[in-house]
């Protein structure tokens, strides 16, 4: 019997994070990766939103499709970058016309990614604590998320910034926190108990990276500032070309965090598939979350 005692997936809810496809080819696999997860009868699923708001049409074409050609409750993202107030609020609107009524309200990074300078748009909103009041201006009912970071946001001094940043969100409406990916599920319990004690009790749902490419993912670690355990780093080596023992690795190590989140008292997970479905899929089965029926698609 499992070391982590009998689970149930009733109690146990998943969401699922998609980005909008570049071209015709690879909107083809995102498609693909919504049909397969979307047996799994996530919670959400969200559509995210590209640096400097880059994939603004893209993000609504897949949220709008997502909406009309399934049954999944979508939440889309929206960040500052790019654009004044006037113009995401234009946005928000025409998600909501589209049935939107879950939004991720992020700053938004930099225009050319992690480690440039972030500059607010003039007229736009200056970050996302002013983005949830704006989103919540226009609907009350509107359900927001926000970002949370376990290990601290890369352009933060300190964890007490981090967190009264956090709390400025919840004033202003937000709903629940989504953290960034991480490896190490001793940090997020520490950063739980940091901002319990600071009086914060929305929920705060894990992020989970299933590790689709090691090294990808340390390059990207390395800019976001988020570790990489030893043990972790260890249980790669040597598999640079062997695709098919690293994909075993990977949906191991990923189905272990769940589990052992599972086993600290978390029940809600959010999944950052990179548009892929085996390992996110696979993990989800480990822990087992199954397909009750089929839901159609397209």
């Known amino acids: ?4 005692g009998f689970l149930c997936p009733e109690s146990i809810k998943v969401s699922f994070e998609f980005f909008p496809p570049r071209s015709e080819n690879i909107g083809k696999k995102l498609w693909r990766t919504v049909e397969r997860l979307a047996l799994l009868q996530p919670h959400f ?12 049409e893209r993000t609504i074409h897949t949220v709008a499709r997502v909406l009309r050609e399934t049954a ?8 500052c970058a790019g654009a004044t107030c006037e113009e995401v609020e234009r946005i928000a609107r025409e998600f909501a016309s589209l049935g939107v009524r879950h939004f991720i309200a992020l700053r938004g990074d930099p225009e050319n990614g992690h480690g440039d300078t972030y500059q607010s748009t003039t ?6 604590v002013e983005l949830v009041a704006g989103l919540k201006a226009i609907n009350n009912n509107f359900d927001i998320s926000v970002s949370a970071y376990p290990e601290k946001h890369p352009e933060s001094p300190d964890f007490a910034t981090d967190i009264d940043l956090l709390k400025r969100k919840i004033d202003k409406g937000a709903t629940r926190a989504i953290t960034q990916a991480f490896f190490d599920n001793d940090q997020y319990e520490s950063y739980l108990e940091k901002i319990r004690a600071a009086g914060i009790n929305i929920p705060v749902i894990p992020g989970i990276l299933p590790i689709h490419n090691f090294w990808h993912v340390k390059s990207f670690c390395s800019r976001t500032c988020t570790g990489i355990p030893f043990w972790l780093a260890h249980r790669f080596e040597g598999l640079e070309n062997d695709p098919k023992t ?6 191991f190590v990923a189905a272990e965090q769940v589990l052992d989140l ?20 696979t993990t989800c089965h480990l822990i087992g979350i199954r397909p009750k029926k089929r839901i159609k698609v397209g």
């Open 123 to 128: 007229g736009g909103y200056a970050n996302a």
């Open 45 to 56: 699923v969200s559509v995210t939103y590209g640096a400097g708001g880059s994939t603004r």
């Open 246 to 251: 690293h994909a075993h690795i990977s949906a």
């Open 262 to 281: 599972i086993k600290r008292g978390v029940k809600e997970f959010h999944f950052y598939t990179l548009n892929q479905a085996d390992l996110t899929y």
């Open 72 to 79: 999944l409750v979508t939440a889309a993202h929206l960040t």
């Open 1 to 4: 019997m499992s070391s982590y």
